[in-house]
Every structure is written in structure tokens, then in C-alpha cells.
């Protein structure tokens, strides 16, 4: 089964002392990376969400936002007496030097750096993890079944492409032989032509060693032969359990290579027709497979 790297999920919980709200979003990228955005104390927990990822998905790039909410009555902001103090201090004695009074109004102070600090900077209590870890959970189980619906249609427009590249390559391999009878009947018509301008002779040997060679050289039996095994294995990945992006973009490559030397050998008119179709195919894989994981 695909699946898509680009999607959404999200999820929400709470406990008695945090209210929680995941979301996750992602995009293809070629690697792996992981972006956690979330209320400064709980960067602390990077490392943790970043291992829940990885045993999750093998590459795309995701952004994560946690929204956190402490549900406890009392505020957890608290004035920092002892930094208060030193700026009382400071204040005083440049009032003093200066021979001013002292400011009267205290809560002039709150606005001075450190004054009023958040207690949860202290760090992330370790039962908090918990209910983060749940809620991730939650939410990248949602973005897996959006990609995996994602995928499912994806996987559906890749099989109608090896479909119609299949289709075009048994009409190639159905009229593969006639392209050297036609080059032997104009071979000949065209020595009879010189023949009898000239009054010249040749012998049938030189004419069957001519068709031989050119037979030879557009034989495209091993690229078609080639060409099916790869749609072969390009269905088994497709069917497969696990998302196979990578596979999937190597394959095509091999596919492409097969069918441009099919069309560089084949030297007819119709075929080059069908090989341009083919290519096409291939050209609209490719760009659903940037997108696959």
C-alpha cells in the first residue's frame, strides 16, 4: 500500500494538569526531517517526538505543532523577589548619587527583564510526557490514514499508466516483425530500381546479408522482453505491504531506459508514435512517485 507524504492529522487530550493539541503536517522531501514547534519548556521533549516519528515514517518532512495549556487554578507566573530586590537596590542607590527620591511606584519594576518569570521554565515535569506522547500518537495515526487514502489513488493512476504502456508495448511487439519485411521489400524494390538503370547484378546473398544486418540492429525483443519484467515487478511493489517510493523511482528509471532504446532501434514511424506515448506515461510516474514515501 502507498502511501502519500503529503497530508494532515491532529488530535487533542487533556488530563488534571495539561490540555494538549497535536497537529502534524507533511510534505515529500527525499529524506527525512522533523520540525517541532511548541511552547519553549517543552523543546525540551524534541528528542522524544522525534524518535515517535521515526517509528512511524521513513521520510517526508514534518512540522509539528503542540499546543499546550496548563489547567491548574493558580497562575504559574510568579514575581522573582530576589531579582526585584538587586533592581530596588540599583535604583536606590543611582537615586541616592543623583539626589532624587527613589521611585514610589513598585510596579514600574514588573516591565525590567526577569521580574516576572514563567515556573515552568524550570523544566518539563516528567509526567507530562504521558499525555504528549498519546496525543502525537493520535494525531499521526490520523495523518497516516490521510496519506494512506492519499496513496490508495495514487497507487491506482500508476497502475492505469503500467497498464497502458503494457498496452502499447504488446502493439509494438505485435508489429516488431513486419518492420524488416517492409525493410526487405523496399531494399529490393530499390536494387531492381539500380539494376535496371545501370544494367548492374547482384547477387540474392548480398541482399539477405543486407536484411540480416539491419535485422540485427533493430531487434528490440530483449528491450520488450525487459520491459515486461519490469512492469511485473513494478505492479508487485505497488501491491506490496510497505510503501516503496524509493524502488518505485529506480524502476521507472529502468522503464524509461528500455523504452527509449526500443524507440532508438525500432526505426519506424508508428513504433516512435507509441514510444513518445510511453515516455509520457513514464514522465506522469515519475511525478506521483516524488510524492510517495
Known amino acids: 500500500m502507498l502511501l502519500s507524504m503529503t497530508g494532515h492529522g491532529d488530535a487533542s487530550g487533556q488530563n488534571e494538569r495539561l490540555s494538549v493539541t497535536a497537529e502534524v503536517r507533511s510534505v515529500n522531501n ?14 525540551a521533549l524534541e528528542a522524544n517526538v522525534d524518535r515517535l516519528v521515526r517509528e512511524m515514517v521513513s521520510r517526508g518532512t514534518f ?19 530576589a531579582v526585584a530586590r538587586q533592581y530596588w537596590t540599583q535604583l ?25 518569570g514563567d515556573e515552568e521554565t524550570r523544566g518539563v515535569r516528567e509526567e507530562d510526557w504521558p499525555l ?16 494512506r487514502e492519499e ?12 497498464l497502458m504502456i503494457e498496452e502499447n508495448a504488446e502493439q509494438i511487439a505485435l508489429q516488431a516483425p513486419s518492420i524488416i ?19 548492374l547484378s547482384v547477387s540474392d546473398n548480398d541482399v539477405i546479408r543486407e536484411v540480416s544486418l539491419f535485422a540485427d540492429r533493430c531487434d528490440i525483443t530483449e528491450e520488450l522482453m525487459r520491459l515486461r519484467s519490469h512492469l511485473l515487478q513494478y505492479r ?13 523511482e529506480f524502476l521507472g528509471q529502468e522503464l524509461f531506459r528500455e523504452i527509449n532504446t526500443t524507440g532508438s532501434k525500432a526505426n519506424n514511424t508508428e513504433i516512435a508514435h507509441r514510444v513518445v506515448e510511453m515516455k509520457a506515461a513514464i514522465e506522469k510516474m515519475r511525478e506521483i512517485i516524488l510524492n510517495v514515501e
Not at 536606590?92 to 516576572?116: K, N, R
Not at 508487485?236 to 518505485?248: D, F, I, Q, T
Request: charged residues 25%.
Open 132 to 147: 504528549i506522547e498519546e496525543v502525537l500518537r493520535a494525531a499521526m495515526k490520523n495523518l497516516q490514514d490521510f496519506r
Open 30 to 43: 527525499r529524506h527525512l526531517k522533523i520540525t517541532l514547534r511548541c511552547p519553549d519548556p517543552f523543546l
Open 63 to 81: 512540522t509539528i505543532h503542540l499546543r499546550i495549556r496548563h489547567l491548574e487554578d493558580q497562575s504559574v507566573y510568579r514575581i522573582n523577589a
Open 181 to 199: 519485411a517492409d525493410y526487405r521489400d523496399r531494399l529490393k524494390n530499390r536494387v531492381n530500381e539500380l539494376l535496371t538503370a545501370h544494367s
Open 151 to 162: 496513496g490508495g489513488v495514487m497507487a491506482a493512476e500508476l497502475r492505469s499508466l503500467c
Open 236 to 248: 508487485a511493489l505497488l501491491e506490496g505491504e510497505g510503501s516503496n517510493g524509493r524502488k518505485l
Open 92 to 116: 536606590t542607590a543611582i537615586s541616592s548619587d543623583l539626589g532624587i527620591s527613589p521611585p514610589i511606584d513598585l510596579s514600574q519594576l514588573l516591565a525590567l527583564p526577569g521580574i516576572v
